[in-house]
């Protein structure tokens, strides 16, 4: 058996396509500029950190002139600023400029340095507080390439963009193979169909309503071939059948119109020959009634549909009655009949006149293919299912390949079951039809020990009382 995988439907596709177009782009972007933009923060020059040890180490010299005719040359030289106050909040030195607050070096990746706050303490009193400004002296300057530089200003938007167009032209691939080729392939299958054109090839689909869709034209394809196919066959049954009415038809009449002009030319110029001209002419009458009368129950069964008339039927005395009949023809080829049955009380509801003419056609073909001093035996069982009623004769049996053709109609073994023994080859087929019409079966073997014929009806218990 073929495994089917799971499809998904439109909507959980669109849903995953704009995901693919939306938040993929924005976190490889994310992740590749991670990866390649320099870290903006820029270390600081020694000279600065030493110069600032030494200013909040001697806090308490930050009021001497001395000390701040000393500190002030390093300042300047390494560009830093400060005001320094005491706790009281009085300024006692400053080398501070507010021009050079706005300061905008071109050969660092950052703008500006804020001016950082230090609280400097004597046990836990502020013994002051001294504000410091990192200018563009006290940096290290990092130098980058003109390519870098343009990377790190405009590359995350390349890098979206770029994979923004690779998502989009994969998307527009899968929606193209997935989608709209298959329905292109749809449109041009429904067309083909309505010009009786039935092989197509049709795209499978990861969406799950397309191949649905898909599936359902397949489907419709091949049934719209097995009826084109059934009602070809049908028709060449149909004229083979009437064919061979006609021919049977025409057998008999030609028989009789032969017996007749016999008669009327004086031919049978004796009254016993024309005794037995006229024997003849009612035989074959009787053989175009039967025919007749087979061709209009067949009509009834296959054409018109009749359904049963239910009644209640003693299964056992029913069939008493029918072999009662049947036993004066037996006589005359000195057949024995008789019954075996396991069931004498058994109450079923079917048409009694459609279930008289099945018997009535088994037990005809049985009598025609059991020798002379043969037997026929009617055999009525039970099972939890259904009742059986089964014929069998001592014949010559059924040849294997006939079998499967046996319930065809107007069908005729190669053997002796053929139009030497009578019958225009619509009684079985009837039969059948009559029981599978009350909702059982029939069907047809050889016995095992003696190798003659067996047909077995089954009618369900289940349209019993």
């Given at each position: 058996m073929k495994i089917r995988s799971k499809k998904l439907s439109i909507k959980k596709w669109l849903f995953i396509l704009l995901f693919c177009v939306s938040f993929i782009p924005i976190f490889l972007t994310f992740i590749i500029s991670k990866s390649l933009v320099e870290d903006p923060k820029v270390p600081i020059n020694n000279n600065y950190l030493n110069v600032r040890d030494e200013i909040l180490n001697n806090v308490s010299k930050w009021s001497e002139p001395e000390w701040q005719k000393e500190i002030k040359p390093k300042l300047?030289?390494?560009?830093?600023?400060?005001?320094?106050?005491?706790s009281a909040n009085k300024e006692l030195?400053?080398?501070?400029?507010?021009?050079?607050?706005?300061?905008?070096?071109?050969?660092?990746?950052?703008?500006?340095?804020?001016?950082?706050?230090?609280?400097?303490?004597?046990?836990?009193?502020?013994?002051?507080i001294a504000y410091i400004h990192v200018t563009q002296s006290s940096i290290i300057t990092v130098h980058n390439s003109k390519l870098k530089e343009w990377f790190n200003e405009y590359g995350g938007l390349v890098i979206w963009l770029t994979f923004s167009l690779i998502m989009l032209i994969f998307c527009t691939w899968f929606i193209n193979k997935a989608l709209l080729h298959?329905?292109?392939?749809?449109?041009?299958?429904?067309?083909?169909?309505?010009?009786?054109?039935?092989?197509?090839?049709?795209?499978?689909?990861?969406?799950?309503?397309?191949?649905?869709v898909s599936t359902a034209f397949r489907i419709m394809s091949q049934k719209l071939d097995d009826s084109i196919k059934q009602q070809v066959k049908m028709e060449e049954e149909r004229k083979l059948f009437i064919s061979s009415i006609i021919h049977d038809l025409r057998t008999p009449l030609f028989s009789i119109r032969g017996y007749l002009e016999g008669i009327q030319k004086g031919i049978?110029?004796?009254?016993?020959?024309?005794?037995?001209?006229?024997?003849?002419?009612?035989?074959?009458?009787?053989?175009?009634?039967?025919?007749?009368?087979?061709?209009?129950?067949?009509?009834?069964?296959?054409?018109?549909?009749?359904?049963?008339?239910?009644?209640?039927?003693?299964?056992?005395?029913?069939?008493?009655?029918?072999?009662?009949?049947?036993?004066?023809?037996?006589?005359?080829?000195?057949?024995k009949v008789e019954i075996v049955s396991s069931v004498t009380n058994h109450v079923i509801f079917a048409d009694e006149h459609l279930l008289t003419r099945a018997i009535d056609n088994l037990l005809n073909n049985a009598l025609r293919h059991t020798p002379n001093?043969?037997?026929?035996?009617?055999?009525?069982?039970?099972?939890?299912?259904?009742?059986?009623i089964s014929v069998i004769d001592t014949g010559e049996g059924i040849n294997p390949k006939d079998l499967p053709y046996l319930f065809t109609p107007l069908y005729r073994g190669e053997g002796s079951r053929n139009?030497?023994?009578?019958?225009?080859?619509?009684?079985?087929?009837?039969?059948?039809?009559?029981?599978?019409?009350?909702?059982?079966?029939?069907?047809?073997?050889?016995?095992?020990?003696?190798g003659g014929a067996v047909f077995t009806a089954f009618l369900p218990k289940e349209n019993s009382k």
């Open positions: 300047d030289r390494y560009g830093i600023q400060v005001r320094l106050f005491n030195f400053s080398n501070f400029s507010y021009s050079d607050m706005n300061e905008q070096p071109s050969n660092t990746n950052i703008k500006t340095r804020p001016v950082e706050e230090h609280l400097v303490f004597k046990g836990s009193k502020i013994a002051g298959p329905l292109k392939k749809l449109a041009e299958a429904t067309k083909s169909i309505s010009m009786g054109m039935l092989n197509i090839d049709l795209p499978k689909s990861p969406i799950q309503e397309i191949e649905r049978a110029d004796t009254p016993e020959k024309i005794a037995k001209y006229i024997e003849v002419c009612q035989r074959k009458a009787n053989v175009l009634d039967t025919l007749i009368s087979d061709l209009f129950i067949f009509t009834k069964l296959e054409h018109l549909e009749q359904e049963p008339n239910f009644e209640k039927i003693n299964i056992y005395k029913f069939l008493n009655n029918i072999i009662k009949e049947f036993k004066l023809e037996a006589e005359k080829k000195k057949i001093d043969g037997k026929i035996t009617i055999s009525l069982n039970e099972t939890d299912e259904h009742i059986e139009r030497k023994t009578g019958g225009a080859g619509l009684g079985l087929t009837i039969a059948k039809k009559i029981f599978l019409a009350h909702g059982g079966d029939l069907r047809a073997g050889n016995h095992i020990s003696h």
